[in-house]
Nanobody
């Protein structure tokens, strides 16, 4: 059974940084291309960043390119998203999943950027 547990979100001010984590279980994490996704209120879920099994970033949404960095630790079965220079438009619930995603999703972690 796939289990994805996201953490690290919070309420921050514009320009601040956050580091999200996602612990995966029930899958062979090291064999899966992974990604961070987000869903803002009233919008569809979108891919934010993707990373290969070896840890090479392969995709960033234009809106976050240069500010966000995706990484992974295959020993710890954990995916990370370092988010710098946060903007109000980054406000969303952030999820991790495979790329393409598994059928089930975790609960996500809320990121709110507001002054």
């Amino acid at each position: 059974q796939v289990q994805l547990v996201e953490s690290g979100g919070g309420l921050v001010q514009p320009g601040d940084s956050l580091r999200l984590s996602c612990e995966a279980s029930g899958i062979r994490f090291s064999l899966n291309t992974m990604g961070w996704y987000r869903q803002a209120p009233g919008k569809q879920r979108e891919l934010v960043a993707g990373i290969t099994t070896y840890g090479t970033p392969i995709a960033y949404a234009d809106s976050v390119n240069g500010r966000f960095t995706i990484s992974r630790n295959n020993v710890k079965n954990t995916l990370y998203l370092q988010m710098n220079s946060l903007k109000p438009e980054d406000t969303a619930v952030y999820y991790c999943n495979a790329r393409p995603p598994f059928g089930s999703w975790g609960q996500g972690t809320q990121v709110t950027v507001s002054s």
